[in-house]
């Protein structure tokens, strides 16, 4: 199939799907089960080399690290599904009321019909399948837009997908926003977006347009308080772990530091010794650190270190950049103006602020007085302070002594708060994403509500003065 761009290729290839949702919708378990084991098989045993060497050609992911943050979660992600999609596809059975007496109900998880997943750059083998998995564990049609960004990922995935599937059910559409924005004037079923908040409140209202379901996975500014009584050594490199894998394009990032004043110097002392210990004291040469994924989004870097530099902020490790390279060294600042880009947007770079606090409520005020994000982190050795902060905050998922991990539970809903997300995903959470809930009720005997049709008496009357206070 040829690169489908055109108005007419399109509104052609979506009718297709529409006409063949009810087939694919009607498939059963095992069938569901094959596209999967399918899936998986590609991706674990044909496809995995050419996966590495398409993200490295995109932005230099260490092959190790497209292992980790691309192939596991998809391989891991088909096995959790495989092992519950008959339970999950079965009638979920639930009480009926005495009132509804010779009656019995359940759930129909249904297929929304055709889906169109929009699909990020900074995983994008991740989060192009993940949400694909579900959908085809619940039954849909699929189209898949992939970012235009990552092109050797983008063009390796849809190989991929012209080899597995028939694109009356699944296929993949290369192209640039233009492309998007046909797709998005369709009528779906349901849209799953993963990409930036300023994105998503536009593909918010073009689905509103036809009234199409949504999932919305965006960001903003994960914040990560530590605090005094935590185990600094660990919590530093679990920090810089979760802060500079694929160069800090993660949208669950640890976005910036909130810390006790008391133990700041400390912490500052072990971030520099960990990044020496991932990525040597020469970063640009470490095969372990990728780059930043084109010119755009390293302007946009280089001008916020810059931006700091002059604003006098402490520059504590870092601040060095390559164009030639899109290359960004590991930078820690420190004392940024209030107002600074830094900590007001999202970074999505290898850039971490630190503030200092003196008491919690201070850092919990600062974290409320922005966006819900879509992970909080907290590092310390009371529960008591772990559990005040989840109570005075909001966001979409948080790790107590770790960060981002919480990812790879597949039985935790992920997904963001308001303007970090609408709906979730990930194992029955996903499925659901891609599932209406059918409500069935079957009446099996003349029901006790026919005594209350007209016409009414004072009999009837005093029957539902009965149901209205006993039943």
Known sequence: MQNLKSKEALI????????????????TYKQRLKK???????????YRTKIQEALYADFKKPFTETDLTEIYPIISEIKHVKFHLKSWMNKQRVATPIALLGASSYVKYEPKGVCLIIS??????????????????A????????????????????????????EQEIALIEG??????????????????????????????????????????????????????????????????GKFINNGQTCIAPDYILVHQTVKSELLKELKKQISNFYSNNPAASSSYCRIVNEKHFNRLKDHILKAKQSE???????????????????????????????????????????????????????????????????TKSNKTANFIIHNTRAGGTCINHNI?????????????????????????????????????????????????????????KLINFTIKWL
Do not use: C
């Open 120 to 137: 990020p750059w900074n995983f994008p083998i991740n989060l192009t399948f993940s949400p694909l998995i579900s959908a085809i564990a």
């Open 313 to 379: 902020a402490s520059i504590e490790l870092g601040g060095n950049f390559n164009k030639d390279e899109n290359y960004i060294e590991p930078t820690i600042i420190s004392n940024l103006p209030i107002n600074s880009d830094l900590l007001q947007e999202e970074i999505f770079g290898p850039i971490l602020p630190i503030i200092s606090f003196q008491n919690l409520n201070e850092a919990i005020n600062y974290i409320n007085s922005k966006e819900k994000p879509l992970a909080l982190y907290i590092y």
């Open 405 to 461: 991990i919480h990812y790879s539970n597949h039985n935790l809903p992920f997904g963001g708060s308001n303007n970090s997300g609408i709906g979730k995903s990930h194992g029955f959470y996903g499925f659901q994403e891609f599932s209406n809930k059918r409500a069935i009720l079957k009446q099996h005997t003349k029901g006790s509500i026919e005594f209350l049709f007209p016409p009414y008496s004072k009999l009837k009357q």
């Open 176 to 241: 640039e926003i233009e492309t998007s924005q046909e797709l998005l004037k369709l009528p779906f079923n349901h849209i799953f977006f993963t990409g930036s908040p300023s994105v998503g409140k536009i593909v918010m209202k073009a689905a509103a347009k036809n009234l199409s379901s949504i999932t919305l996975e965006l960001g903003g500014k994960s914040p990560t308080i530590v605090d005094k009584t935590a185990n600094i050594k660990t919590a530093a490199k679990k920090i810089i772990w």
């Open 36 to 46: 999967l084991n399918v899936l998986k098989k590609a991706i674990e045993k044909k």
């Open 139 to 166: 039954g849909n049609t699929v189209i898949i837009k992939p970012s235009e960004l990552t092109p050797n990922t983008s063009h390796l995935m849809k190989e991929i997908v012209e080899e597995l599937f028939d």
């Open 12 to 27: 052609k290839l979506f009718n297709n799907q529409q006409k063949n949702q009810f087939y694919v919708g009607n498939s």
